[in-house]
């Protein structure tokens, strides 16, 4: 075992001597050490509820003959760092949260890790780690948010807080009505409603046979949930015994199935960043344009707050992911779980409950899958859209310019009423390098569709968006404004021409323009240039590669 670097021997009676002083006894040192890395918050939503899971998992351990050791890892809650300072933070806590837990698992020889995880970079973090240890791990992901209520109507985070705020704006909805919203919207623990960044990669995890079968979708509050978390610690000492490693899962077929669920889900265009960076650390080249290969190929089926009404409970009763599977198992590849099924296996076991919420083939919601990755002048290395969440009427769409150089400056124009019908709003110099951190553009897309404005106005970044965005947002624009990219070139006014279906993004200036104009460019530099994001920025990469750290 990895741990008898720390236990046997002669010279390692010092550490047998501290090991005995955290009060385990002296036969459980013939036994498998697993840590239980876990993400536990008291502010993070989707992770109040790990207190529980914590035991379960624990009894799990045990029960198969290992010894558990708990250690703390960091997490960020998206929707709480959003729209200020602390949303530079976010996505550069990926790395944070990756290097923590190689440092732990290395430090301490550990022979297998159950990863507690749920929310939106802690779950890609804990992949990433995974991945570059290649250690025995299982990943438990701690289950979607329940509805909020409103009478008979049910609420979600995104569309009735931070939609309903510039409905609010506009004279729509009352004070009371807005206070009782953001009351009941979120009614207790487990990651937010919808098919947001968060469940996206819940669902992702296990259909790269990295958590147990129905883990994804069983719901936080549930007693299912904690059976996962108790077999899930079981399984782990399995795992050690058998030798059977992250990188015996997560193969190039894995991801590609992973990519094909993500796209007929219709899930968040953060997944792009985080499968990619997952990937890397497992050694395998993932390039961008195969999102839009597989997009092709796999049509829409899902339909999943914000791109509809249903949410993350309507999935999880009409069959979860295991009925995903099954819809796509003329497509996908059949490649070993964790489970010790194939995914074959697993979709042939399968039951698909409701036919709405997952949809057949003939009846999809769209042809083609969630993510859309498009190309241009405007991004040379490719941009993204979460094309499930656009009307049809917005696919195509010529607009003109209205550019900002920060958030905050494009917030005060989209709430003072300044953007109108034909407007391209462009964010720029928030990409990974030059945020630094790269935020999410959640506040002013819910913003223009609380307006009313979503199908009458297009926006494009070099940030990114949440999985909760919906309309024609196309976001990762690479190269970005930091690193001279064309969309720091845009003027005012200039034309851009967005077409989804042919995948192309443009900026209507002749070429001879914008050479003059890169001549006379001064580049913007980083809004923060101390302590953790300094250093980040240096050694991000474009967000067409993952917005990995070199």
């Given at each position: 075992?990895?741990?008898?670097?720390i236990k046997k021997g002669i010279e390692r009676v010092p550490h047998r001597a501290l090991l005995y002083a955290t009060g385990i006894r002296k036969k459980s040192l013939s036994k498998p050490f697993i840590l239980v890395a876990t993400s536990f918050s008291d502010i993070i939503p989707g992770h109040i509820g790990m207190r529980d899971l914590e035991r379960f998992i624990?009894?799990?351990?045990?029960?198969?003959?290992?010894?558990?050791?708990?250690?703390?890892?960091?997490?960020?809650?998206?929707?709480?760092?959003?729209?200020?300072?602390?949303?530079?933070?976010?996505?550069?806590?990926?790395?944070?949260?990756?290097?923590?837990?190689?440092?732990?698992?290395?430090?301490?020889?550990?022979?297998?890790?159950?990863?507690?995880?749920?929310?939106?970079?802690?779950?890609?973090?804990?992949?990433?780690?995974?991945?570059?240890?290649?250690?025995?791990?299982?990943?438990?992901?701690?289950?979607?948010?329940?509805?909020?209520?409103?009478?008979?109507?049910?609420?979600?985070?995104?569309?009735?807080?931070?939609?309903?705020?510039?409905?609010?704006?506009?004279?729509?909805?009352?004070?009371?009505?807005?206070?009782?919203?953001?009351?009941?919207?979120?009614?207790?623990?487990?990651?937010?409603?919808?098919?947001?960044?968060?469940?996206?990669?819940?669902?992702?995890?296990?259909?790269?046979?990295?958590?147990?079968?129905?883990?994804?979708?069983?719901?936080?509050?549930?007693?299912?949930?904690?059976?996962?978390?108790?077999?899930?610690?079981?399984?782990?000492?399995?795992?050690?015994?058998?030798?059977?490693?992250?990188?015996?899962?997560?193969?190039?077929?894995?991801?590609?199935?992973?990519?094909?669920?993500?796209?007929?889900?219709?899930?968040?265009?953060?997944?792009?960043?985080?499968?990619?960076?997952?990937?890397?650390?497992?050694?395998?080249?993932?390039?961008?344009?195969?999102?839009?290969?597989?997009?092709?190929?796999?049509?829409?089926?899902?339909?999943?707050?914000?791109?509809?009404?249903?949410?993350?409970?309507?999935?999880?009763?009409?069959?979860?992911?295991?009925?995903?599977?099954?819809?796509?198992?003329?497509?996908?590849?059949?490649?070993?779980?964790?489970?010790?099924?194939?995914?074959?296996?697993?979709?042939?076991?399968?039951?698909?409950?409701?036919?709405?919420?997952?949809?057949?083939?003939?009846?999809?919601?769209?042809?083609?899958?969630?993510?859309?990755?498009?190309?241009?002048?405007?991004?040379?290395?490719?941009?993204?859209?979460?094309?499930?969440?656009?009307?049809?009427?917005?696919?195509?769409?010529?607009?003109?310019?209205?550019?900002?150089?920060?958030?905050?400056?494009?917030?005060?124009?989209?709430?003072?009423?300044?953007?109108?019908?034909?407007?391209?709003?462009?964010?720029?110099?928030?990409?990974?390098?030059?945020?630094?951190?790269?935020?999410?553009?959640?506040?002013?897309?819910?913003?223009?569709?609380?307006?009313?404005?979503?199908?009458?106005v297009a926006l494009i970044t070099d940030g990114r968006f949440s999985g909760g965005t919906k309309g024609p947002c196309i976001g990762h624009i690479s190269p970005e404004a930091a690193a001279g990219g064309v969309i720091a070139l845009i003027e005012d006014g200039d034309k851009i021409q967005i077409d989804i279906t042919k995948r192309k993004l443009t900026l209507c200036?002749?070429?001879?323009e914008l050479k003059k104009r890169k001549r006379k460019l001064k580049i913007i530099k980083p809004k923060i240039t101390t302590g953790y994001l300094a250093r980040y920025a240096k050694l991000v990469t474009s967000a067409s590669t993952g917005a990995i750290v070199k």
């Amino acid at each position: 075992m990895r741990s008898d670097r720390i236990k046997k021997g002669i010279e390692r009676v010092p550490h047998r001597a501290l090991l005995y002083a955290t009060g385990i006894r002296k036969k459980s040192l013939s036994k498998p050490f697993i840590l239980v890395a876990t993400s536990f918050s008291d502010i993070i939503p989707g992770h109040i509820g790990m207190r529980d899971l914590e035991r379960f998992i624990e009894r799990g351990v045990c029960s198969a003959g290992g010894v558990p050791f708990f250690s703390g890892i960091p997490g960020i809650c998206d929707g709480i760092a959003m729209g200020h300072l602390g949303m530079h933070y976010s996505l550069p806590s990926r790395e944070l949260i990756a290097d923590s837990l190689e440092s732990v698992v290395q430090a301490h020889a550990f022979d297998g890790v159950v990863c507690l995880t749920n929310c939106d970079k802690i779950t890609p973090g804990m992949l990433m780690a995974a991945a570059r240890l290649n250690v025995p791990t299982i990943i438990v992901t701690a289950g979607p948010m329940l509805s909020g209520k409103m009478g008979s109507r049910k609420l979600a985070f995104v569309h009735d807080t931070f939609e309903a705020l510039a409905r609010a704006k506009k004279g729509e909805i009352s004070k009371d009505e807005l206070s009782c919203l953001e009351q009941e919207a979120c009614p207790g623990a487990g990651s937010c409603q919808g098919l947001y960044t968060a469940n996206t990669m819940s669902c992702v995890t296990e259909s790269l046979g990295m958590s147990l079968t129905g883990c994804a979708t069983s719901l936080s509050v549930l007693a299912k949930k904690k059976r996962i978390a108790e077999e899930s610690g079981e399984k782990i000492v399995e795992l050690v015994r058998k030798n059977i490693k992250p990188r015996d899962i997560m193969i190039k077929d894995a991801f590609e199935n992973a990519i094909m669920v993500d796209m007929a889900l219709g899930g968040s265009t953060n997944t792009v960043l985080h499968i990619k960076a997952i990937a890397h650390e497992a050694g395998i080249d993932l390039p961008l344009k195969t999102f839009d290969r597989l997009s092709k190929k796999v049509p829409n089926i899902s339909c999943i707050e914000p791109a509809g009404l249903h949410m993350m409970e309507d999935l999880e009763y009409a069959g979860g992911i295991p009925a995903v599977l099954k819809r796509l198992k003329n497509k996908i590849h059949n490649v070993p779980t964790l489970n010790g099924k194939t995914t074959k296996q697993i979709a042939d076991e399968a039951r698909i409950i409701d036919d709405d919420v997952i949809r057949t083939e003939k009846k999809a919601y769209r042809k083609e899958g969630g993510i859309a990755v498009l190309y241009g002048n405007i991004a040379p290395d490719g941009a993204v859209v979460k094309q499930s969440a656009v009307s049809l009427k917005m696919m195509k769409f010529t607009g003109r310019a209205r550019t900002y150089n920060s958030e905050e400056a494009a917030m005060k124009d989209i709430l003072g009423r300044k953007i109108k019908k034909g407007d391209c709003v462009v964010i720029r110099y928030e990409g990974p390098k030059g945020g630094p951190g790269m935020r999410e553009m959640l506040a002013p897309t819910s913003a223009i569709v609380g307006l009313g404005l979503e199908d009458d106005v297009a926006l494009i970044t070099d940030g990114r968006f949440s999985g909760g965005t919906k309309g024609p947002c196309i976001g990762h624009i690479s190269p970005e404004a930091a690193a001279g990219g064309v969309i720091a070139l845009i003027e005012d006014g200039d034309k851009i021409q967005i077409d989804i279906t042919k995948r192309k993004l443009t900026l209507c200036v002749d070429a001879e323009e914008l050479k003059k104009r890169k001549r006379k460019l001064k580049i913007i530099k980083p809004k923060i240039t101390t302590g953790y994001l300094a250093r980040y920025a240096k050694l991000v990469t474009s967000a067409s590669t993952g917005a990995i750290v070199k």
